[in-house]
């Protein structure tokens, strides 16, 4: 059990109840019969996201019976429908973002009833769930005036409570180490929507754990981010890291993004490179140009070219930490000083250069270890930090086919869960290198 959340959850219970009641607005004058002033009966239909589409498909829908998600989005819709002014539309959202992360949490690490036969650890109900209610959200007409910038504002708190972004709790004292772990939701979806991510099962296996290293026990946040470039440069990576990046007593000891990388091997992306290279995300959206750093965040007066871990790489790499080998990765793609054309560097970046790929590549992974990164050396955080790219997961033999396949095997469940428990390992050998 975790009874500073339990607390927590209480005083938030207190809170919500104390909050403004929803006053009754004031009945519109009849302009009687034939009126050219009477209420508009046009509704504009919702634009609804690739992502939110997708969700019709058999696959999705299995995965969120299987895993016991399937009434969620429906229970959210229901609640909305109660909603009678925009401050109740914010405590729900809350209540029901939370309540859904809180849900996955808790079924990967095995407490309460599964709510279906899909493996435990499996990533994807939470996803899929999450855009069933983003759905329901932007399909919801209230009985109430609600301009597209208070429903975006809205859509931004279901995703930051349901991801956990707005849920870290690092304890304080000198007693524990606090570290923080980023995952991924699944991606590449248009060739397998099948596909789950390994990064994001290891952060709902992980959430709210802790890990004996030889500075004494470590507690371990977690929170999962979207395959968005958008999200991304709109902050969503500093806006969640950076109140645990600063000084005082619950600042983060050791951090870790990680992300699905390459087949059968882990690697700690020594560099990170400032470049989007454009591949697509899970909105079909291509960006391509530096990595934009969002105002209002501490950043260098002049953005870098590159950042580099801080994880024990030497370490990490020495020691038996799993089934898969893990390696230390320290090439990058530059285009030299002077020049004009990019040239693969397998020993990292040399002086002067311009980035095209840090070790993680151009996409999202290496733009989350680049930002962590960066924010780091802003704030002088001066903690081991960096990026862990997983191995690829795949599914078994004779499971390859995303036109027939099952959602599900054994060889699939076994790996994702090997990778969880590497990842695991991989942290305790970081948080042993730290102060005890």
């Not at 975006?152 to 707005?166: F, I, K, P, V």
């Not at 591949?279 to 007066?301: E, F, I, M, Q």
């Not at 004779?398 to 991989?426: E, L, W, Y």
Request: charged share 25%; aromatic share 6%; glycine share 10%.
């Amino acid at each position: 059990m975790r009874p500073i959340r339990a607390r927590l959850g209480v005083l938030g219970a207190v809170l919500l109840a104390a909050a403004p009641l929803c006053l009754a607005a004031p009945a519109a004058a009849d302009p009687g019969p034939g009126s050219a002033a009477g209420p508009s009966t046009t509704v504009e239909e919702p634009r609804l996201t690739v992502e939110e589409l997708r969700l019709t498909q058999p696959v999705p829908q299995e995965i969120l019976r299987r895993g016991g998600f399937d009434g969620v989005a429906a229970e959210f819709a229901e609640a909305l429908a109660g909603v009678r002014c925009a401050a109740q539309a914010e405590r729900v959202v809350a209540r029901h973002g939370g309540r859904l992360w809180r849900r996955a949490v808790e079924r990967a690490q095995g407490r309460g009833p599964a709510g279906g036969d899909l493996s435990r650890d499996d990533d994807r109900p939470l996803y899929w769930a999450r855009l069933g209610m983003t759905r329901a959200l932007r399909e919801w007409r209230p009985a109430f005036p609600l301009d597209d910038g208070r429903r975006a504002a809205l859509l931004a708190a279901l995703e930051r409570s349901s991801r956990g972004q707005d849920s870290i709790e690092l304890p304080a004292g000198r007693h524990i180490r606090r570290v923080v772990v980023t995952g991924f939701d699944p991606f590449q979806l248009d060739a397998d929507v099948r596909r789950s991510n390994p990064s994001g099962a290891a952060a709902l296996a992980l959430d709210g754990t802790t890990i004996r290293t030889a500075a004494g026990l470590a507690r371990i946040e977690t929170v999962v981010f979207p395959v968005r470039w958008a999200d991304f440069a709109d902050g969503t990576v500093e806006r969640t890291l950076l109140p645990h990046f600063r000084s005082g007593p619950r600042r983060a000891d050791l951090f870790m993004t990680v992300s699905q990388g390459r087949p059968g091997r882990f690697d700690v992306e020594r560099t990170n490179g400032a470049w989007r290279g454009g591949y697509p995300d899970n909105l079909k959206v291509s960006r391509t140009g530096t990595v934009p750093v969002p105002a209002g965040v501490p950043t260098p007066a002049e953005q870098p070219q590159w950042t580099v871990t801080t994880l024990p790489y030497e370490r990490i790499t020495a020691a038996p930490t799993g089934p898969f080998p893990v390696y230390d990765n320290t090439a990058v793609t530059e285009i030299p000083a002077g020049g004009t054309e990019p040239v693969d560097r397998p020993d990292g970046p040399t002086p002067g250069s311009t980035a095209r790929a840090g070790g993680g590549g151009d996409y999202l992974s290496n733009e989350i270890a680049y930002r962590a990164t960066l924010l780091r050396d802003a704030v002088g955080l001066r903690a081991p930090g960096g990026h862990l790219h997983t191995p690829v997961l795949r599914f078994g033999e004779g499971n390859t086919d995303p036109a027939h396949g099952q959602v599900t095997d054994p060889d699939f469940v076994r790996d994702r869960q090997a990778i969880t428990t590497q990842v695991r390992s991989v942290l305790s050998v970081a948080a042993d290198t730290l102060d005890p």
